[in-house]
């Protein structure tokens, strides 16, 4: 029985105790590893249930990895690559399609490549997950919410029990990012961290929406719509280009959606450090400017403006309304200038939009912080996955993918640090 030791209540030390903290991908996959070397594992979350934010990922269909070339696919993660390619050449693709078969879920790829489970969805999948790792004998605490280190260097934990104290070595903190912060990852880690003397790069919104000064108009008629199919195209201040097709969506506040988060990082960045961004729109990639300069100028007759921009471009609804929100109004009347201008139209982005709303985060614990194994140089024991690392990727199927595989990795290296053979 737990002892109680003024108001905190001590937890008895047990032979080959882990902990691990944060019941998200990451921090599941290394309690897995962990439980499979024989080690009785404790896992914490601040939530009532597991992987809160991975069932959210579930809703729109859950997107597990991607089928490309693995080189393409490891320049996914930009920067960071060289960080996570030792982890996702053991862990990669294939093998979180092999894990999840064993767990009793086939995977199928979507056109695009993308890489989902039969089904789409995150909760049988996580459910069976769960029952595994009981079975395995890890022991979940629920509604924990891990505070720092006491003096002591005991895990502290606000407990419905009250405050509680833990000895446990090692330690996992997989404990996500900081957007969407009702889904458990909060970012209340990096203080403490930092206070520990962890290098903690500020967590930033990645796959985010951006801001535009949207007229009245415009945003009463048109949010909420998908503007598809389209180009976007930006050269930030360095000369680095991003140039997609694909689609985003008007919202009230400015523009998200896939096109949008995969240029994400770029513009935030160039936003950052050089203010406002300029996005340039391909309304109609599949015609070149000639094409549509020349059935522009077909007579127009008794047909409105909007119906001839229709059946000689295509453009209607929310794209021809994106022409009437940018361009001024004689442009309409100059075929030329029109086609280049439906090619090639100027979008301003103001500012990210906050990193609460964001998909994920840009950030975290930095690698140089850390040794080989996930383990932190300054706190011997302590090993750090998933989100919480300092990388970012598009998404995709990259997100998880590296989330499973660090976590796998920190686990692995949790047991061979206990194991003395690290
Ligand atoms: C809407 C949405 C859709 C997404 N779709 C996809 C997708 O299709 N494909 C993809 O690859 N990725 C997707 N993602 C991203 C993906 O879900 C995350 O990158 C992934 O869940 C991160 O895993 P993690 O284990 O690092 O952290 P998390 O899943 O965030 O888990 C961290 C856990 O730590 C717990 N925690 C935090 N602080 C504390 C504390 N102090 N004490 C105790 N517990 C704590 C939290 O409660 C949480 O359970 C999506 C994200 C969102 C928001």
New binding site residues.
């Given amino acids: 029985m737990p002892q109680l030791i003024s108001n905190l209540i001590e937890m008895p030390l047990q032979p080959r105790l882990a902990a691990v903290?944060?019941?998200?991908?990451?921090?599941?996959?290394a309690a897995e590893m962990l439980s499979q070397g024989g080690v009785r594992v404790d896992l914490?979350?601040?939530?009532p249930a597991?992987?809160?934010?991975?069932l959210?990922?579930?809703?729109?269909?859950?997107?597990?990895?991607h089928s490309e070339p693995m080189e393409k696919f490891l320049d996914r993660y930009g920067a960071a690559r060289c960080h996570l390619e030792p982890f996702l050449r053991k862990f990669g693709p294939l093998e979180l399609r092999e894990w999840a078969l064993q767990l009793g879920f086939e995977t199928f790829e979507g056109t695009s490549g993308?890489v989902f489970p039969v089904g789409m969805k995150a909760a049988p999948l996580l459910r069976a997950w769960q029952q595994r790792l009981m079975s395995n004998g890890v022991n979940f605490h629920f509604k924990?919410?891990?505070?720092g280190w006491d003096a002591e260097e005991r895990l502290l934990?606000a407990s419905p029990a009250g405050e509680i104290a833990i000895r446990a070595n090692p330690t996992v903190l997989?404990?996500?990012?900081g957007?969407?912060r009702s889904?458990?990852?909060?970012?209340?880690?990096v203080p403490?961290l930092r206070q520990r003397g962890v290098r903690v790069a500020d967590l930033k919104p990645s796959?985010c929406g951006f801001e535009v000064h949207w007229s009245d108009f415009f945003r009463e008629k048109f949010e909420g719509q998908p503007v598809r199919p389209v180009r976007l195209r930006f050269t930030n201040s360095r000369g680095i280009s991003f140039d997609q097709q694909g689609e985003f969506i008007i919202t009230r506040t400015g523009v998200e959606g896939s096109l949008i988060y995969a240029a994400s990082a770029l513009l935030r960045d160039e936003i950052e450090t050089t203010g406002p961004a300029e996005v340039h729109l391909d309304l109609a990639p599949d015609r070149s400017v000639l094409q549509l300069e020349a059935r522009l100028s077909q007579p127009r007759g008794k047909r409105s403006m909007s119906s001839h921009l229709k059946k000689t471009s295509g453009l209607e609804g929310v794209r021809a309304g994106l022409l009437r929100e940018v361009l001024p109004v004689e442009i309409f009347m100059d075929p030329t200038r029109l086609a280049a201008a439906i090619k090639d139209l100027p979008v301003r982005l103001e500012t990210p939009r906050p990193l609460e709303e964001?998909?994920?985060s840009a950030g975290g614990v930095c690698f140089d912080s850390l040794d080989l194994n996930l383990m932190l140089t300054d706190l011997p024991g302590v090993f750090c996955?998933?989100?919480?690392?300092d990388w970012e990727?598009p998404?995709?199927?990259?997100?998880?993918?590296?989330?499973f595989s660090?976590?796998r990795t920190a686990g692995v290296s949790a047991l061979d640090w206990l194991n003395g053979s690290s």
Avoid: H, Q
């Fill in positions: 903290i944060g019941a998200g991908p990451a921090g599941l996959m914490y979350d601040a939530m597991t992987g809160r934010k991975f959210v990922a579930g809703v729109g269909g859950l997107n597990l990895t993308r924990n919410r891990w505070l934990f997989a404990l996500g990012g957007s969407r889904l458990g990852s909060t970012g209340t880690w403490i796959n964001a998909i994920s996955a998933g989100e919480m690392l990727a998404t995709g199927g990259y997100l998880l993918t590296a989330c660090s976590g």
